[in-house]
């Protein structure tokens, strides 16, 4: 029985889906402060005799602005290193997976890293008109255009925005529409089929995750034989496999135990430890490879 079969059994016993969990979106809307100059992508071309099809100048109407690069990279955090991380795909690069057991923590970190955005981006609006009027323009030269950025009012107003939208997963009976019989029981066997499917998929994505993960750590915890150098070992790879084991638990809404044991086995080799003693204590280093190892082989078949 393959990984997708072993799911599937489970969740003929498990909750329904949408009492166990629900939909979440983060969405952003942010300026990027770049323009393609139609200008001097012509002069450009020309110069060079070089083909317009193949030739764009684009410009970075703020330059280097500290602030700006402070909020991007904030919001590609939040993006990747909570977001992401702490939720399962869904819908096809749209709304993605929580569990409700997951999600009074989830929710509290993706505020707090919302307001963190929003006073960000005020920073950034108080060094705006000077980076416009003075930075952008010495550094764009005969470049610069004025009418090509937004006035500080509309930034103010329409500039930013951060937020979360949630929604449920609806039952396969939930049809709120008025169908003849015979169309109601096929679409309601379309949406137990289609959240069957996204189920299926968004826990083999987090046995994938987790595949991955376990690699790359226990690729980090190896000694040279010759040199007895062991490699170097990042914190961020620990605790990133600290929290794939959190949602072993969190997210096994279809109470697959495999899933639950695989969690127990995590927690036993590194729910006690951390990188500093791995780093100080040849032993514990070893004897973490070998249960990550260990762990690793017992995987579910990935057919990777």
Not at 142 to 155: G, I, K, R
């Amino acid at each position: 029985m393959n990984m997708v079969q072993q799911i599937s059994k489970a969740a003929q016993d498990a909750p329904s889906i949408s009492s166990s969990a629900l939909l979440v979106s983060f969405k952003v809307t942010l300026p990027t402060f770049r323009r393609k100059d139609k200008k001097a992508t012509k002069e450009v071309t020309h110069n060079n005799g070089a083909d317009r099809k193949v030739v764009n100048v684009t410009k970075a109407l703020l330059g280097e602005c500290e602030e700006y690069r402070l909020l991007n990279t904030h919001v590609g955090d939040t993006r990747n290193n909570s977001y992401y991380a702490r939720t399962l795909p869904w819908h096809d690069k749209g709304a993605r997976f929580l569990t409700t057991v997951a999600h009074f923590d989830f929710h509290e970190d993706m505020t707090d890293r919302i307001n963190t955005g929003y006073e960000l981006w005020d920073k950034f609006l108080n060094v705006y008109e000077y980076q416009r009027d003075v930075l952008a323009k010495q550094s764009l030269g005969a470049l610069w255009n004025p009418e090509e950025y937004p006035t500080l009012s509309y930034l103010q107003d329409n500039g930013f925005k951060m937020w979360l939208d949630y929604d449920i997963i609806p039952d396969a009976g939930d049809i709120r529409v008025d169908l003849p019989a015979q169309a109601l029981e096929y679409v309601t066997s379309q949406v137990q089929q289609g959240n069957d499917a996204r189920l299926n998929a968004a826990m083999s994505d987090l046995w994938y995750q987790l595949h991955d993960q376990l690699n790359v750590f226990i690729k980090s915890l190896h000694v040279d034989d010759t040199t007895g150098k062991g490699n170097r070992v990042y914190d961020t790879v620990f605790e990133r496999l600290l929290a794939l084991t959190d949602m072993l638990h969190s997210c096994n809404v279809t109470n697959d135990p495999q899933m639950d044991a695989m969690r127990r086995k995590l927690s036993a080799a590194i729910g006690s430890v951390s990188t500093d003693a791995i780093k100080n204590s040849p032993t514990l280093r070893e004897n973490t490879r070998n249960k990550l190892t260990e762990a690793l082989n017992s995987l579910p078949s990935l057919n990777m």
